[in-house]
Nanobody, 124 residues
Framework: DVQLQASGRGLVQAGESLTLSCQAS????????IAWFRRAPGKGREGVSCISSDDGTTFYTNSVKGRFTISRDNARNTVYLQMDSLKPEDTAVYYC?????????????????WGQGTQVTVSS
C-alpha cells in the first residue's frame, strides 16, 4: 500500500529550529516532485515549498524564504523540511505530498499522495 509517513512534530519557542521528515513506502518517488503544505488555524492549505525530481529546483513561499530548506533523499524515499528561525506565524499542521510528475506547483490538485500531517506549534 502507498503511504507517506511524516515525523518531526514539535512544540518549540520562537527562534528555534525543527526538521520535519516524510518517508514514502509502497512506491518510489525518484521521478516525482514533492511538496510541503501547511494549514494554519483559520486558513486553508498553503503551499510552503516544493522540489522537482529532475534537477532539484526548489521553490519557497515568500513568508519562509531564507528560513526553510527543502531537500530529498531518493535512496531513502524521504523528503525533509528544515525550519529555522521559527515564528509563531509558522504554527500549522504540515503535510508532505507527492505529485505524479517531475515538476509541480502550489496547487494541491497536482499532488496524488498525501501524508497524514504533523503539528508544529511555535510559542512566543
Amino acid at each position: 500500500d502507498v503511504q507517506l509517513q511524516a515525523s518531526g512534530r514539535g512544540l518549540v519557542q520562537a527562534g528555534e529550529s525543527l526538521t520535519l521528515s516524510c518517508q514514502a513506502s509502497g512506491f518510489t518517488f525518484d521521478d516525482d516532485a514533492i511538496a510541503w503544505f501547511r494549514r494554519a488555524p483559520g486558513k486553508g492549505r498553503e503551499g510552503v515549498s516544493c522540489i522537482s525530481s529532475d534537477d532539484g529546483t526548489t521553490f519557497y513561499t515568500n513568508s519562509v524564504k531564507g528560513r526553510f530548506t527543502i531537500s530529498r533523499d531518493n535512496a531513502r524515499n524521504t523528503v525533509y523540511l528544515q525550519m529555522d528561525s521559527l515564528k509563531p506565524e509558522d504554527t500549522a499542521v504540515y503535510y508532505c505530498a507527492v505529485a505524479l510528475r517531475a515538476v509541480a506547483g502550489k496547487e494541491q490538485q497536482q499532488y496524488r499522495y498525501w501524508g497524514q500531517g504533523t503539528q508544529v506549534t511555535v510559542s512566543s
